[in-house]
């Protein structure tokens, strides 16, 4: 017999009502989503509680942590603050999609701003200078922020040369990354930028662009909705 969708509600508020960041609250967290769809369909649960969805296979770890109301953890995602690493900040409704890795060492910090939404594979590795994401933005698959490089002085192995940095990385409000796009050191995104897949970003974008390319360029200008009326 097939058991009335209202019922799977009941269940899954019931149990959300203890979801937390612990093992019992983690446990609450798996029971209230056995009667629901995987992926997507467990983004519902997070606005069932305000400390939000945290999958059971979601890891964190860390001491200077700060997660806002109804955020979602996916299956896998990794917050990792290492040894001098600074703050990690989720705003409020922040989704991170399964396997997305963030990480905070010697200087680094990463805070991502409200409703921003990160699909699965993405990589935020905070090293020598922050890595700061805006409001409400919208990001592919395996996209990766590094705040930091490598020397490479001859005559020291690869492994042992000192990280150095730019500076840190900027994002404003309300830009789209395509697939697999990367942002390096030093890097400023203006609000409403779009990057197209595959880009690798080492130089500022400014507002509103649309950029491409290895190295990416600002290509064109988005249209406002004058524009685009007018080519309708």
Known sequence: MKIPSRLYSIWARFWMRFAGYGQTGRFCTWLAGIFMPPYYGRQALAKLNPKGYIAPSARISGKNLAFGRHI??????????????????????????????????????????????????????????????????????????????????????????????????????????GVGVTVLDGVTIGNGAVIAAGSVVTRAIPANAIASGVPAKAMRMRPTLVEAAEVA
């Open 72 to 177: 979602f953890l996916d299956d896998r995602v990794l917050v990792y603050q290492g040894w001098e690493g600074r703050a990690v900040i989720l705003g409020d409704g922040v989704h991170l999609f399964r396997d997305t890795i963030i990480q905070v060492g010697s200087g680094g910090s990463v805070e991502i701003g409200a409703d921003t939404f990160i699909q699965p594979r993405c990589q935020f590795s905070a090293y020598k200078g922050p890595i700061t994401i805006g409001v409400g933005v919208q990001m592919a698959p395996n996209c990766c922020f590094y705040s930091y490089n490598h020397g490479f002085l001859e005559g020291t192995s690869m492994s042992n040369q000192p990280l150095q940095t730019k500076g840190g990385i900027q994002v404003g409000d309300d830009v789209w990354f």
